[in-house]
């Protein structure tokens, strides 16, 4: 008889504050999403407790009334874990762990946590230990006893399991170690990317669960893992996408963005993040059935800027069209967005008109050119014939002329072989 021990799930209270510049329902629409992410993080939400304030308490973020309010809510409901959807500060915790007397964790840190539980590369691994320790850092004073045996579970994962006993100058030494080897690990992915570069690249960016894994699945006939969880996938993931027998795109889907992704999560994770600053067009794919999709739009906008990808060629593939209640908005949809394609990767809908938009931008990367040779130069023009389509080829002479057709850096590639008289 097999014994299956399964990790109980904690009970969590959530907190939300509104400010001005922001309606209730855009703030319970956040802490409908802090609810999937507690969920992602293994903890079931047992109350929400939503505030209207003028601006955030010093002390105890949302007042020590209300601090108090919570602190009963937790003992009467049994609850150990209270995640707050803004960022505090180091001192707030401490003053709400002293009050509430139960685990205090804010949106970073449970991001952090989701994306330790879900890190499997030694990539990513190293990056999200990063992120957590640069995190930490300024709230080491917190660590030793929020880290403690006291508390275990959500928001404990990773290097603070092990950094109780640390001072910041082991952790300074812990981050300066790390950053050397993701320093030495971009090195090795740039060495991917330039052979990469002998290829059309697109990468899929979106808010998370958009259905960036599904989409990459259903065109490269690939097996990426795709679940309706928030971060299901962490490691880029390219394959290829067979245009025709001469012809293919290589697609990469990429770790989901969110609305206040920790800065020093993203900052870790750019070497992961590169394939998206080096592709030749990015497919921004957009869940159309959301009700706060135009939010999503903007928050990964932002995070390509930050990526330095404001400038890259860009469309919108707005995805699960199927699962729109009020199709009456497509027609103001694509008013909006006048080169947007609208699809539904899970039931395959409209998926042609995609392929033919992939087609069209492939096309319009290649160029045609006639090159004349010595006919005596073998060399070259069995390297033209490996890096582009030889259209047609005359012999006049001690001479040839061939007609080609490549990618334009392909085509570059040529022209520098050719100027070097390879």
Known sequence: MLEINEKKRERAILVAVKTDGHTKERVHEYLEELEMLADTAGADTILKVYQERYRYDKAFFIGKGKAEEVAELAELNEVSLVIFDDDLQPTQVRN??????????????????????????????????????????????????HLSKQFGGIGTKGPGETQIETDRRLIRTRISKLKERLDKIETQNQISSF????????????????????????????????????????DSTTRSYDIDSKRKILMSDTVGFIRKLPHNLIASFKSTLNVVRDADIIMHIVDISHPFFEDHIKVVNDTLKELDCENSQRFIVFNKIDMLADKSRLEEIKEKHPDSIIISAHRGINIGTLKEKLVELVEQNHVEKTVELENSNSKLISQIHQLAEVLSIEYEGDKVLIKYRAEKNLDSKISGLIKAGV
């Open 96 to 145: 709400l762990e002293k009050l509430i007397d139960k685990k205090i964790l804010d949106r970073s840190g449970l991001i952090l946590d989701i994306f330790a539980s879900h890190a499997q590369t030694r990539e990513a691994k190293t990056q999200v230990e990063l992120a957590q320790l640069e995190y930490m850092l300024p709230r080491l004073t917190r660590a030793w006893t």
């Open 195 to 234: 052979k990469r570069k002998q290829f059309f690249n697109a990468s899929l960016v979106g808010y998370t669960n958009a259905g960036k894994s599904t989409l990459l699945n259903l065109l490269t006939d690939s097996t990426v893992l795709a679940e309706n969880k928030l971060f299901a996938t962490l």
